[in-house]
């Protein structure tokens, strides 16, 4: 990967961020009390690669339980960080897979009645709905703040506060399978050829697949189109102004709508199905994430090459997401400082590259994009390329309100529906819902 893209990767994300915590809040690195905290436990933070120091921590609990996402490469990275941690503290960690979107109802319930996690993992869009809901403690990164991104630390804050240690920056790209395609396609043109041509639904073969009827991936057909979420000034979001039924919207879908319409893509299509099929060399090209790199490899080996998203028909890049991930605090842990401790650990120099060497996923930590095992990676160069073409997901909790209604208009125009009419019916619902949610930004 080149270093510019990086540096803009970087950029991209700390100019959209803002809208996390505000303009103002964006200035804040750390209050006049947590310094005063952070020189009384210089000791807790000698090295990024060794726990606390036993004599500034509250006494060791036995266990910490961290809620991981439900996915084979990040488990087995977080298990190997934990065997490690376990062996240099005496604390157990256990880890408790658990699909990411699925946590926060979860900790809701299972919280309060005391069996909850004391860290979860989270995209930074969610973070103002857990705050709103106070289901997560800020955090204290002390002198740790100097080692993620700035775009990174501007996720997770919330009203002059963090709230997480980052973990992962990431958008999609399009994976395609050099056996089976000789080169990259440009267009969208290039890439419904590719579909049109090896796409023999009755052997399970595809030209050209992805989960075209969650809004996660298809935003950027949207996007691209002149739709948006909320309309965004300067990093302010206006969340009665949405623009995911305009005219650009309803290309977006009528373009989606196409796919299923031409049996490009097959309207029982699950995430493990596409990987599979993928990685059994059955279709050509996948719109996917990096975290998929590893398995995809494993499978493929030098035959998975990656490329940012094609162009659509009227030139425009599409504008795909792009997000942090981060480990949150639970607020209902009774162990927070052992929690932070192994948070810190977590997301450390050494581990941050673990991490992305087991799951493949790019750190946000300034030391690790700027390491030659990602900068000059050329699968992941494709990665930071495409997220110079996104946009940051909102991080205000009317963000929460979009997602089902959303998600739910889209299966509707994968079976045919009428696309302007369900979208403006989706609309209407995430107004109903934002409203009922008493949120307000």
Known sequence: MKKWFGILFVGLLFIGLLAACGPDDAQESTSETEQSENQE??????????????????????????????????????????????????????????????????????????????????????????????LVDPVNLGELE??????????????????????????????????LVEEAPATMEDLMAIADEQTNADNDEYGFLMEAANFYFSYPFFSGNGAYVFAEENGVYDIEDIGLNNEGAVQGGELIQTWFENGYIPQDLTPDIMNGLFKEGKVASVINGPWMVREYQDALGDDLQAAILPKLDNGENPKSFVGVKAYLLSYYSENKEWAEDFMAYLT????????YDVAGEM???????????????????????????????????????????????????????????????????????IAASGATQ
Request: glycine fraction near 6%; charge should be negative.
């Open 41 to 134: 436990s210089d000791d807790n933070n000698n090295s990024e690669n060794e726990s606390a120091d036993d004599s500034s921590m509250p006494e060791k609990p036995e266990k910490l339980t961290i809620w991981v996402n439900a996915e084979e490469k990040q488990e087995e990275a977080v298990n190997q960080i934990a065997e490690t941690y376990t062996g240099e503290t005496g604390i157990e960690i256990e880890a408790v897979p658990i699909d990411m979107l699925e946590q926060v109802e979860k900790l809701d319930v299972e919280g309060p009645a005391g069996n909850g996690p004391d860290i979860i993992f989270q995209p930074h869009d969610r973070i103002g709905d857990l705050v709103l809901r106070g």
């Open 146 to 179: 100097a080692d993620y991104t700035e775009a990174a630390l501007s996720a997770v804050t919330n009203e002059g506060e963090f709230w997480g240690y980052p973990a992962v920056t990431e958008t999609y790209a399009l994976f395609y399978n050099k056996s």
């Open 348 to 355: 450390n120099s050494e581990n941050a590259m673990l991490y």
């Open 363 to 433: 750190p946000a930590r300034v030391d690790s994009i700027e390491d030659p095992a990602i900068a000059d990676d050329p699968i992941y160069s494709a990665f930071a390329e495409q997220a110079t073409f996104g946009e940051p997901m909102p991080g205000v909790p009317a963000m929460q309100q979009v997602w089902d209604p959303i998600n739910n208009g889209l299966s509707f125009i994968s079976k045919g529906e009428p696309v302007a009419d369900v979208l403006d019916e989706a609309v209407q619902v995430i107004k109903d819902n």
